[in-house]
């Protein structure tokens, strides 16, 4: 039997989900979209999961699309079949990437190591993303005459402004990770030792907190981008309405006043 293309562990209530195609930088193929998909499905059902945290084996996060798949074999003679990148991004790549933005819990992006197209994309779509020094970020469609794709149209510039994003994508020249956290694509870098360390330090902060409120402000950011101010202090008020109901409310203002830690169970 072969090895799982997504490795999957738990520690307390954080699970690790890994890449694991590291031959091929572990570049998409169908069947690890199918898998991570999968797995990504298990952890939002497990109530026991806080966190997830998305990462590479071996010495990449993800090279993106593998090309020499032959569901993206360019037309190489006249009357051969050409490709339907269309229909590929709308089976496989946008699912995932409404998976991940509709996770109940946080996740993190640990990048180990280069991600590129749409591994980069991918990664952007956590809400957090920690990168070691030694990673890099290359939007790499333009090259092959693509656009961004995964969300990347719509990731770029508000992570980044519009002039930075069309920097990356037309260009698709290797941005370390050093820089991607100064020019706020990325929530921090570290030192390739420390990145293991790190994540899971990160990962169970977020864990320990009132996730379905993290949840509920990603969304709400999320919704804000696409509407006017008094829509987004209108959704601020519907969803404070929501969360000031529940367990975690209460929890964090009595722990508050006693002077304590909290202890948030709400998902």
Same mark, same amino acid.
């Given at each position: 039997?072969?090895?799982?293309?997504?490795?999957s562990s738990?520690?307390?209530?954080?699970?690790?989900?890994?890449?694991?195609?590291p031959?091929?930088?572990?570049?998409?193929?169908?069947?690890?979209?199918?898998?991570?998909l999968?797995?990504?499905?298990?952890?939002?059902?497990?109530?026991?999961?806080?966190?997830?945290?998305?990462?590479?084996?071996?010495?990449?996060?993800?090279?993106?699309?593998?090309?020499?798949? #032959?569901?993206?074999?360019?037309?190489?003679?006249?009357?051969?079949?050409r490709?339907?990148?269309?229909?590929?991004?709308?089976?496989?790549?946008?699912?995932?990437v409404?998976?991940?933005?509709?996770?109940?819990?946080?996740?993190?992006?640990?990048?180990?190591?280069? #991600? $590129?197209?749409?591994?980069?994309?991918?990664?952007?779509?956590?809400?957090?993303?920690?990168?070691a020094?030694?990673?890099s970020?290359?939007?790499?469609?333009?090259?092959?005459?693509?656009?961004?794709?995964s969300?990347?149209?719509?990731?770029?510039?508000?992570?980044?402004?519009?002039?930075?994003?069309?920097?990356? $994508?037309?260009?698709?020249?290797?941005l370390?990770?050093v820089?991607?956290?100064?020019?706020?694509?990325?929530?921090?870098?570290?030192?390739?030792?420390?990145?293991?360390?790190?994540t899971?330090?990160?990962a169970?902060?977020?864990?320990?907190?009132?996730?379905?409120?993290?949840?509920?402000?990603?969304?709400?950011?999320?919704?804000?981008?696409?509407?006017d101010?008094?829509? $987004?202090?209108d959704?601020?008020t519907?969803?404070?309405?929501i969360?000031?109901?529940?367990?975690?409310?209460?929890?964090?203002?009595? $722990?508050?006043k006693?002077?304590r830690?909290?202890h948030?169970?709400?998902?």
């Amino acid at each position: 039997m072969s090895e799982p293309l997504v490795l999957s562990s738990d520690s307390e209530s954080v699970r690790t989900l890994r890449l694991n195609r590291p031959a091929s930088l572990n570049s998409f193929n169908a069947a690890l979209h199918e898998q991570l998909l999968k797995a990504l499905d298990e952890a939002a059902e497990e109530p026991g999961v806080r966190c997830v945290v998305l990462t590479g084996a071996g010495r990449a996060f993800c090279a993106g699309q593998d090309l020499t798949e #032959a569901s993206v074999a360019p037309a190489t003679s006249p009357g051969a079949k050409r490709p339907e990148l269309g229909e590929l991004t709308d089976r496989l790549y946008k699912p995932l990437v409404q998976r991940l933005r509709s996770m109940p819990v946080p996740t993190v992006a640990a990048v180990n190591g280069v #991600a $590129a197209g749409a591994g980069t994309n991918i990664a952007l779509n956590c809400d957090l993303v920690i990168a070691a020094h030694s990673a890099s970020f290359i939007q790499g469609f333009g090259k092959i005459g693509l656009i961004p794709d995964s969300g990347g149209t719509w990731l770029l510039p508000r992570l980044v402004g519009r002039a930075r994003a069309l920097g990356l $994508a037309m260009l698709g020249d290797k941005l370390p990770a050093v820089d991607a956290e100064r020019i706020g694509l990325i929530w921090r870098c570290v030192a390739d030792d420390e990145l293991p360390a790190q994540t899971l330090a990160l990962a169970q902060k977020l864990a320990s907190l009132p996730i379905k409120a993290l949840v509920s402000t990603r969304r709400c950011i999320d919704a804000a981008q696409l509407v006017d101010v008094d829509e $987004a202090l209108d959704s601020e008020t519907s969803t404070q309405r929501i969360l000031g109901q529940g367990h975690d409310y209460a929890e964090g203002v009595a $722990a508050f006043k006693d002077r304590r830690t909290p202890h948030f169970t709400d998902r």
